[in-house]
Each structure stands twice: as structure tokens, then as C-alpha cells.
């Protein structure tokens, strides 16, 4: 092979947008019924549809909604949990017009009305019926009512079985069908926050009866309620700084194991899984430490836990039954797949793939990821994953260092994980090195380090990612003078703080950005009205710190150039917040792109935008950073 020499970040790569775009789809929420395994795929190629996948024992795979509906619920506007399935009778909630459908013979069957939307579907086949958690917007678009309701299978009105909260999720019917458990919290906490969870017993008409609280409160959050196959209630909480599996009996809360370790995650969507019953001393389950996952056998009665050593660093969407556990899973060199292990012997098969397991062909192009720590303040530090740049075809004039691209999630709550991605490489085997940060407030090193962000959004995650790339600049693994930032939804406000408070970075890229904390919290949906009153502080006591944090005000303060992307349908982050950042930056003579997708919500599901978005946003550093070699 001929070796080219080319400074970094100029560099030819096989990993294109379209090789991206074409081969790429998600997956998420894993169902087990009897021996058939279900999951949904959003498939980019049909403008970003969402469509329930049954994976039948013999192999055979077939699509349970056909084009062009769409299984995604927006119930918090992030959705999940959008279909169940049980006896091989499959629900689902439509996104067009938010209305549950039955999947029959004679083609899916709507049973709700307009203006609500539902999300969590039980089905209660005895009493012949659906529990789920329904947000109704009749009455007010921005302050709908959220509740437990039940809804027949032949589309009778619903019936309320919980209200009075601000929100509900994760309603979980015991084996016998007697008893309900669920979670419920009120503003301004979060469900990463403070949860609450209750049970109720179930009269012979089904309405709820002596409903006793079992764990959760403001400062205790609560996550994955489940009945064991016995009818024993276990959940995950955080009320020792990490999420740890506990059971609920006989009126008592007691540790099924302490670790440090998070076996649980921020509900951001509904249908979330770290844990599954296996049998009723056995649990399948997932946990994280120090930004690394697992999977393993938990022996409920003797507390061993067992690793599976399953390659991989990834895992989520945990479902379990007597034989088999399957599972999203993703690792360092493979992209995210379903993944059915056979307990009796131990193997394992993908049933599903998000994207081509790179071929011979493509290995020596793949950078994996390097688990990157660095220190941010007195005996604090923060975590990150680092990706070289990595072509065989190239390699840059000796004294050359690679541009750096800093990832900021978004969330924030929320984190990055070490899996292949293959728009990581996008830019890795184009000569960049990568850098995607674990900043402050990050899930998966414990609540002391979540809570790192509490009234400091703005200023840890932005000091964590100048630090984390400060550090590698200071180590000559990168080119200080030509590093970028890039992030997404709470990761954009990131950016655009970066940009404006500190010169550090030579360019940015802000996707569905958040740049008003005033106007996020006058113009956003219920789910997150208040999340900012524990990332800031109160509103409106608070305004003016608000305004200090606010990137728009400080517009003249950036002077490197800003590419911004945005969906035309965000409800989230409004367009009308990006379009004012470009016109403040616009005005006073920086480069500023802009590139605005019709039919796009808060993040972007259509192939061909996906594609845009990429290869805009490099032909923008490319344009005036990497080849100019400016610093702004």
C-alpha cells in the first residue's frame, strides 16, 4: 500500500456520509414474549421511521407496522416505550396522531382519540385492557395533564387509575395481576433527581385500592420498577450516591448488592432496562463503572455477581428469560447490535445490527476509543474518551499534530459511551483527533459526580471540556491552535458557552443548541420547564444570572467562526433561538453557517439530512480553520 503524506486532518477516507447514512439504523427497546424477541429500529432511509421488528424463534424476521406508520410516542417529547407486546398481541403509539393502534389481520386498528398521547404500554389480558402513561394536551399544549389510565382493547373510553402528579412512568402489573407499581414525581425535580415509587392493589374492577409509597422522595431517585417472576418488587435507586438493585417486601427496603457502580441510567424515554429476571434468584443485569458497562448474572439469594465477559462496553435495553438474555449491545470495534445470549452454553449471536460490522477493509481505518482522565480542579477530575486519527493511506509531515474535535453531549444529564461510531471515525480517519467528554454532571460515575452540574450549568461542562482539551494540546497529541467544538441540544449550549467565555477553541458547531436560558424556560415543553432551576437556579428569582449564562448576550464576545444546525419542527429548542445567535454573530462580521432541515424535531432522523449535516459541518472547519490554519 502506498502511503500518503498529508497534514492532519486532510486526509481521504473510505467512511463517508453516504456509506454512514445507507448502512446505519438505531435500535432500541428490546421486548421478550414467549420465544419471539421484538425490538424498534428507526431507519434513516425511510425518513427516519420507527418500526417494531419481531425476531420469531426460527429466525424469520418481519415488520410489524407497515409504511408509513410510525411506532414513536412523544409523551415527554423524547418518547420511548411506545409498543408492548404480550401473547403475541402487539400495541403501539402512532406519531402522526400520537393514537395507540392494535396490530390485527386486518391491518393496525386505532383505539384512541385525538390530543392524547401514551407511552409505557401493560397489557392487562385478564381484565382485557392496556395501562400506560397518557399526557393529555387538549386543554394546554404547554402544560398538559399527565396520568395512569387504562385503555380496552376494543377502544372503550379510558379510565384515570393515578393523577394528581406532574408526571408518571413505568407502570409495572405483578405476575398475578393483582397489584400495580409505578413511579411518579412533581416539579421541579427530574426523574434523575428524586422519584417516588408506589404500589396499589388492583380491585376486581381494576381501579387502584390502598396505595402505599415504598422508596423515592426529592432527594432519592428511583428507577426500573419490576416484579420478579414470585411477585417480588425490585427497583434501582441512588440513595447511597449509586444506582443499586434493591427488593421491596414484607414493608422493607433492602440492598440486593451495594457497589460502586450505577445499575441504572437518567430516564430520558420511556422502556428503559438495566436488569431482567432470569428466574426468581437470577437477574440479568447491566452496570456502569467509571463510564464502562457490563454484563453479568446476579444470584439474588447469595449476592454474587457474576461478569459474563461478554465483549463489549456497552449495554442497555436488558430483557431476560429462563434460557437467553438480549440485549442492545455495542463495543469499542463493533457498532451497537441485539444481541441474544444462550445461558446453557454460554455463546452468544446478533440478531440485529445497527451498522455492517466493519470488514477487513475498513479495520485498519478504525480508531478505538481510549478511556481519557484528566484533572479540572483540586483533587477533582473528569473523564473522557479519546480517538486518535487512524489511516493507513496517510501520515502527516513530521511535526505535524491533528486538529482536535471536543464532543459535548447532550443532556447534560446524560453520558457518552465507547462504542463504535462510525461518525466518530468519519472525522478520525480524516486526520482529526477526537475527544468526546464525560464533563461534570455526567451519568455513570455516581450522584457526587452528576450533582458536580448543579447550579454550575454553563461553567463545569464547558471548564471540563477547555481543560480536557488543554490537557491533550499540552501533551503534543494535538495542534492547539486548531481545535473545534461540537455538540448537540444541551452539548450546543455547551459549544456556544465555550466560544464566548473562553478562547480556546478555533471554531464550533452547534446542533439544536440551546442559547437563551430565558427563553428555554418560557418556551420549552413540560418535561424540562423546570430542569433548570437545579442546573441554574430559580426563576425568575434568578434572572439576571440567567442572562449571565446566556450565550446570546455575550454574541460579541465569540470571535471564531459558528456553524449552527437546526430542526425546522424542534419544540424543544425553537429555531427562533438559533436564528438569533446567527443574526447577533452575522452582524458583527464572523462566519456563521446555518442549515435549517424541514420536518426535523430535536435531533435529526432523515438519512439525507444526517448526511448534510456531516459533511457540512466538515466543509466548514475545512474552510476556515483546518486549511487556513487561523485562529480566531
Known sequence: MQVTTARYGSWRSPITSEFIVAQSIGLSDVQLDGRDTYWVESRPAEA????????????SVTDMVPAPLNARTRVHEYGGGAYGVSQGAVFFCNFSDQKIYRVGDGGPQPLTVDGLRYADLVIDHPRKRLIAVQEDHRASENEPVNSLVVVGFDGSPHVTLASGRDFYSSPRLSPDGRSLAWLSWNHPNMPWDGTELWVAELSTDGALTSERLIAGGAGESVFQPEWSPGGVLHFVSDRTGWWNLYRAAGGETAPLLSMEAEFGMPQWVFGMSCYSFVSEGQIACAWNHSGLWSLGLLDARSQQLRDLGIAGRDFSCVRAAADRIVVRAGAPDKPAAILQVDLPSGTSKVLKKSAPFPGAELQPFLSVAHPYEFPVGE???????????????????SGDRPPLLVKSHGGPTAAVTSTLDLRTQYWTSRGYAVLDVNYGGSTGY???????????WGVVDVEDCVKGAQALAAQGLVDGKRMMITGGS??????LCALAFHKVFSGGASHFGVSDLEAMTRDTHKFESRYLE????????????????????????????????????????????????VDALRAQGLPAGYMLFAGEGHGFRRGDNIKRALDGEFSFYDAVVVKAGLRF
Do not use: W
Request: aromatic content about 12%; hydrophobic content about 35%; charged content about 25%.
Open 446 to 456: 455516581g450522584r457526587r459526580y452528576r450533582d458536580r452540574l448543579k447550579g454550575q
Open 534 to 581: 437545579s442546573l441554574v437556579a430559580p426563576y425568575p428569582a434568578e434572572a439576571g444570572l440567567y442572562q449571565r449564562r446566556s450565550p446570546v448576550h455575550f454574541a460579541r464576545q465569540i470571535t471564531a467562526p459558528v456553524i449552527f444546525f437546526q430542526g425546522e419542527d424542534d419544540k424543544i429548542v425553537p429555531p427562533n433561538q438559533t436564528e438569533m445567535m
Open 490 to 495: 444541551a452539548g450546543g449550549y455547551t459549544v
Open 379 to 397: 483533587g477533582e477530575k473528569a473523564y473522557a474518551f479519546f480517538y486518535p486519527p487512524r489511516n493507513p493511506e496517510f501520515s502527516a509531515p
Open 48 to 59: 427516519g421511521r420507527s418500526v417494531i421488528v419481531k425476531c420469531a424463534h426460527d429466525g
